[in-house]
């Protein structure tokens, strides 16, 4: 099976832009998490979602927000990015009920 | 709340010496904990996972860590390291909560490895 795909794999953006990133998950896994990874807060969760329904949330503002299609790819959203949001942004999958999440590469965001 | 604390932001071992990455959690249910590696430019790979059948758990890449309910620790070891076992190493935490499993990673350790 092919892993979790997460393109692009690097953006560069100027503040107040927004992004849209894509994760595709393994293939028979239902739930997509992401995670924020900097070196100042480490990995943070920012949202779950399971059957196109967000079913978890992290504390980020609503300018990060995602959705999930009917074929469990994602996406996520980042409106009026600011230069804290500069970072490497982890989407994982899992099965449902299982507690091991697969990770994708990241993508790497640089706001600028 | 669950939590993670991982000892040492960074180790550096010599190769061949043993490697012993330290990670205590606090949780108020038994927990599933998790180290993950993170090579550069990579996202993270599961090294091994307790989920209670046993309390020394054996990984890949040789990697084992050592469950401890009284000291609430899951500490990472191998034996002798390898140059390729440089990178950045993650414990997690996580239990059910409401039909999902969301680790809660510690800030993470780096191993440094010398020739």
């Known amino acids: 099976k092919a892993g979790v795909t997460q393109t692009p794999r690097y953006l560069i953006k100027t503040r107040g832009q927004q992004v849209t990133l894509s994760c595709s998950p393994i293939?028979?896994?239902?739930?997509v998490s992401w995670y924020q990874q900097t070196p100042g807060q480490g990995l943070q969760f920012l949202f779950e979602?399971?059957?196109?329904?967000?079913?978890n949330k992290g504390n980020f503002p609503g300018r990060f927000s995602g959705r999930q299609f009917s074929n469990s790819r994602s996406e996520m959203n980042v409106s009026t990015l600011e230069l804290g949001d500069s970072a490497l942004y982890l989407c994982?999958?899992?099965?449902?009920?299982?507690?091991?999440?697969?990770f994708g590469a990241g993508t790497r965001l640089s706001v600028l | 709340a669950q939590s993670v604390t991982q000892l040492g932001s960074h180790v550096s071992v010599s190769e061949g010496a043993l490697v012993l990455l330290r990670c205590n959690y606090s949780?108020?249910?038994?927990?599933?904990l998790f180290w993950y590696v993170q090579y550069p430019n990579q996202g993270l790979q599961l090294l091994l996972k307790y989920t209670s059948a046993a309390t020394l758990v054996k990984g890949i890449n040789g990697f084992e860590a050592e469950f401890k309910k009284s000291e609430t620790s899951f500490h990472l070891t191998k034996p002798s390291a390898h140059m390729s076992d440089a990178a950045e190493y993650f414990c997690?935490?996580?239990?059910?909560?409401?039909?999902?499993?969301?680790?809660?990673f510690g800030r993470g350790t780096s191993l440094i490895v010398h020739p």
């Open positions: 997690a935490v996580s239990d059910r909560a409401g039909g999902s499993y969301i680790p809660t």
């Open positions: 979602y399971f059957s196109e329904t967000q079913r």
């Open positions: 994982a999958s899992n099965e449902a009920g299982a507690n091991i999440q697969y």
């Open positions: 949780s108020s249910v038994p927990p599933y």
């Open positions: 293939s028979g896994h239902r739930s």
